[in-house]
């Protein structure tokens, strides 16, 4: 079992800065695959960023490379999610999310979830 615990949301203005973070618990939680996705209202929820064991990330191409980082620490067993030059398009409830195997950029494929934590982007 996984635990994931999402911090960091928050209101922000367009052009602004949040740093999520996820906090991970459980069994190897550094061998997992850590991801993030997020879910906007009405939407389908949608990949944004995800960093496995190796710290090799991979980014949602069209909404985020170049703006949105991922990192992790696996000491603190925590992953980060650093979002510069925020756009009202990016508000959205963030979810963290663990996976032992499979695609990366998939929700069905990732087991664990957290609970999510909200931004809002206002312009």
């Known amino acids: 079992q996984v635990q994931l615990v999402e911090s960091g949301g928050a209101l922000v203005q367009a052009g602004g800065s949040l740093r999520l973070s996820c906090a991970a618990s459980?069994?190897?939680?550094?061998?997992?695959?850590l991801g993030w996705f997020r879910q906007a209202p009405g939407k389908e929820r949608e990949f944004v960023a995800a960093?496995?064991?190796?710290?090799?990330?991979?980014y949602s191409e069209d909404s985020v490379k170049g703006r949105f980082t991922i990192s992790r620490d696996n000491v603190k067993n925590t992953v980060y999610l650093q979002m510069n030059t925020l756009k009202p398009k990016d508000t959205a409830v963030y979810y963290c999310?663990?996976?032992?195997?499979?695609?990366?950029?998939?929700?069905?494929?990732?087991?664990?979830w957290g609970q999510g934590t909200q931004v809002t982007v206002s312009s």
């Open positions: 999310a663990a996976q032992y195997v499979g695609t990366i950029s998939r929700a069905i494929e990732y087991t664990y």
């Open positions: 459980g069994r190897a939680v550094d061998t997992y695959t």
């Open positions: 960093i496995d064991r190796n710290y090799i990330s991979e």
